[in-house]
Nanobody
């Protein structure tokens, strides 16, 4: 079983920062590839950041230099540090992992960037 729980979302003004957390309940967390997705109203879910088990990261171009994905294997937690937030970043953010070809998702956490 894989369970993921996101937290850390909220309302923030443009230019502000938030750190999202995703707690993962699974043994052997350190071998999992992890990712953050987001979905805005009326839009398809999109991949914004990913980190494989070796620590290699990839980012959507629109968030490069502003967002950072990291993980703490001792805490079974993946993070997304978001800086210089823009209204276009408003969405529900989900953490994700894939196990045996199946996607596993958390409940999501709302991020709203507005003045």
């Amino acid at each position: 079983q894989v369970q993921l729980v996101e937290s850390g979302g909220g309302l923030v003004p443009p230019g502000g920062s938030l750190r999202l957390s995703c707690a993962v309940s699974r043994s052997m967390f350190s071998i999992l590839n992890m990712a953050w997705y987001r979905q805005a109203p009326g839009k398809q879910r999109e991949l914004i950041a990913a980190m494989d088990r070796g620590g290699i990261t990839n980012y959507r171009d629109s968030v490069k230099g502003r967002f950072t994905i990291s993980r703490d294997n001792a805490k079974n937690t993946v993070y997304l540090q978001m800086n210089s937030l823009k209204p276009e970043d408003t969405a529900v953010y989900y953490c994700n992992t894939n196990v045996m070809s199946s996607d596993h998702w958390g409940q999501g956490t709302q991020v709203t960037v507005s003045s």
